[in-house]
């Protein structure tokens, strides 16, 4: 994998230039001459001196470089799949409390069902209760009868209180 970036080199004898550099032809501590950046007339012997000077050196920030850009991009992608994960559990949370909400409902939809059925069967034993008292109540005398049971007992009260003067049974009275 190849990438381009910018990057900003300035040596003693130029101005800072910005180049273009693949990842394989970056040097460190170099220049390397493209066609959009200004060619100087003069050597650059700080450059040329240190490669020359010392190959391995060169050659040796290449693989560090490569290094620092896989970890880079190796974190990059860890943060990405972090992120893609991150994302599919928000998804699922939502979607498990789309479903909780729906269940709640259904709870509470079915709640209200069973305390109506309580209420309705509250209401038939009530009503049978009802029933019941007013069978009890059809059953006792009415009115008339009250009235007639009345009269009955206060002639019989007179009736036996006259006897007993009578018969001078009063002696069985107590006082």
Known sequence: MTETSPTTTASPTTKASTTTTAGSDFIPGGSSPTPSSPISSSPQPTAAVVAAATPVAAAAP???????????????????????????????????????????????????????????????????????IADRTKRLPGAGALVLTAVITAVLTVVLTIAVQRLNLQALIPV
């Open 62 to 132: 290449e693989p560090v470089t490569a290094v620092r850009t896989t970890s880079a991009s190796a974190a990059g992608d860890q943060l990405a799949r972090i992120e893609d994960k991150c994302a599919r559990i928000e998804d699922k949370y939502a979607r498990s409390e789309a479903l909780l909400s729906k269940v709640e409902d259904k709870v509470e939809g079915a709640a209200q069902r069973m305390n109506e059925a309580a209420r309705q069967s509250d209401l038939t034993a009530l009503r049978s209760e009802v029933r019941a």
